[in-house]
């Protein structure tokens, strides 16, 4: 009977946010500044492109900004907020105290106040410097909606709610349905575990029980690069850590994925056989991952008269 409730209330959840993403959908628009601010889109494009040159790997930060932005209180850049002496935000909840680029989105902003003062969200800000990013490391460029509207509430224990390397399948899968998403949206996602470094810490736990989920000879080569108590960095992607291609679906297929989280994407037939298909079809997965990332920028989204338009990203205005 309790594995039956849980399935009620999570299709309950799954329709609620369906509901709650498909008006989001309906309000946010391809062409929102056309008239307002017709350069936006294209000079949030160039300011990555000058950060990216500066930094190649800021890239992969500012996509996984994205995603912990949308998973927290919805797409409302609350991420980008600063804490306050009365309360600690989430960008120094521990989960986000690895994630570099903040200046670069300060960096953007301040362009597109020069150009359009007051009119060019944040939350909008981020989910275009996502795309560019990942176009930059040669994924595909694909239209993203706009007119959402910045939030003015920041809290770092709403970061619980993010997903942990070590968490297997169904609670990755509960928490994306949790969101709107579904079980292949979860495994298109992941995919962006292709570009970017991973702190030693992350999968530490793996290496110290001789996880047998995890390549030896691999976990050999991982030992040398993470000794114990260190801090170091190791690419997701040890080949190719600067390319939005599909190795990662084939690191993942040959226990070379760094987290839990990645191995437990072949734990089952029907998840497995999607990774098998993402890992032989490059076009498939660039498509594939473009529509799910749309879809994740919906969540919670704030339109209309809602939130406001910071003038500052750092700060409610």
Not at 19 to 48: M, N
Not at 127 to 139: E, L, N, P, S
């Amino acid at each position: 009977m309790a594995s039956v409730r849980r399935v009620m209330l999570l299709a309950f959840a799954t329709a609620l946010w369906i509901s709650g993403t498909q008006r989001a959908e309906a309000q946010l628009k391809l062409g929102y500044y056309a008239h307002s601010c017709p350069r936006a889109e294209a000079i949030v494009k160039d300011e990555v492109e000058k950060a990216l040159a500066d930094d190649e790997g800021v890239g992969a930060d500012l996509l996984r900004m994205h995603f912990h932005d949308c998973f927290v209180r919805g797409c409302d850049a609350s991420l980008l907020l600063d804490s306050t002496n009365a309360s600690k935000a989430e960008k120094d909840a521990q989960i986000n105290l690895t994630l570099e680029g903040f200046d670069v989105i300060d960096t953007v902003k301040e362009k597109l106040e020069a150009a359009c003062k007051g009119v060019v969200s944040c939350a909008d800000l981020l989910t275009f410097a996502a795309r560019d990013a990942i176009v930059h490391y040669g994924g595909i460029h694909y239209k993203v909606p706009s007119g959402r509207r910045d939030g003015r509430i920041s809290i770092a224990s709403d970061t619980d709610v993010l997903p942990s390397p070590d968490f297997k399948l169904a609670k990755l899968t509960d928490l994306f349905i949790s969101k709107g998403l579904s079980q292949t949206d979860m495994v298109i996602l992941s995919g962006a575990h292709t570009v970017g470094i991973a702190h030693c810490d992350a999968f530490s736990k793996r290496l110290d029980s001789g996880d047998p989920t995890l390549d030896s000879k691999y976990a050999r080569v991982l030992r040398r690069q993470c000794p114990p108590k260190s801090n170091n960095t190791v690419p997701m992607d040890p080949k190719t850590p600067n390319k939005f291609d599909n190795r990662y679906y084939r690191l993942v297929l040959s226990n070379r994925g760094l987290f839990t989280s990645d191995v437990s994407l072949t734990s089952t037939p029907g998840t497995a056989t999607l990774v098998e298909s993402l890992a032989r079809n490059f076009k498939s997965f660039q498509l594939k991952f473009a529509e799910a990332i749309v879809k994740m920028g919906s969540i919670g989204v704030l339109t209309g008269n809602d939130g406001e338009v910071r003038s500052n990203c750092r700060v409610v205005n």
